[in-house]
């Protein structure tokens, strides 16, 4: 067999263990545990928005607590509703284990879409889940910084004139600590059973 065959054939196949060794770390990498310090890092920030009675709030509102944060909008016709109740299912369990624990956690909601989802709607909108729940909204650029901040993907699906249109986003629940930095998230769908359990043992440390 000629050399020069061999020769690439030694180094398709040096490139290929190569290329699969970068795709198993890299997925390695990306698959770490949630409580990282690189995410820790990268997730979470200040911001500055209105909660759902009108106040001005920063972070620094929540100092001292988690906060358990879901972004989403009040017109989403499923995701946003059933992730709530998962978070608000989950808050239940918590108050149910330790309600002294869960006096410790705010579940804020922000909205991605601040031009349909005024105070008054967020007010009505974040009655219909945990009693403590906190909506925020604001400008789009206080709404785009926060969402910036978290790492979380927004658009609108339709026609910027229509009223009609819809909002594709991220799905997932943040937990942040008392000193704003990040804890844990949840992926979409994750159970409140499985989301309380979790609460609380990071709780009880």
Do not use: W
Not at 91 to 105: C, F, N, R, S, W
Not at 114 to 123: C, G, W
Not at 139 to 156: D, P, R
Request: proline letters at 5%; charged letters at 20%.
């Amino acid at each position: 067999m000629p050399t020069s065959f061999l020769s690439r054939s030694v180094f398709v196949i040096a490139l290929a263990l190569i290329v699969a060794a970068v795709v198993f770390f890299g997925m390695n990498y990306l698959n770490k545990p949630s409580s990282s310090n690189n995410a820790r890092a990268l997730i979470g920030g200040p911001f500055s928005l209105v909660d759902h009675n009108g106040k001005a709030v920063t972070e620094k509102e929540f100092e001292g607590k988690y906060m358990l944060i879901y972004f989403g909008y009040t017109f989403c016709p499923d995701v946003c509703p059933t992730s709530l109740t998962l978070l608000s299912d989950a808050m239940d369990i918590v108050e149910a284990g330790d309600p002294e624990l869960a006096k410790l956690v705010v579940p804020v909601f922000i909205t991605v879409d601040p031009e349909r989802d005024t105070v008054s709607a967020l007010k009505d909108y974040v009655g219909h889940f945990y009693p403590t729940m906190v909506g925020l909204t604001g400008s789009l650029e206080q709404v785009s910084a926060a969402a910036k901040s978290y790492k979380v993907f927004y658009q609108k699906t339709e026609a910027e004139e229509s009223s009609e249109y819809l909002m594709d986003h991220s799905s997932i629940t943040y937990l942040m600590g008392p000193d704003g930095a990040y804890v844990k998230h949840y992926s979409h769908g994750t159970s409140g059973e499985i989301m309380g359990a979790s609460l609380l043992k990071i709780l009880k440390q």
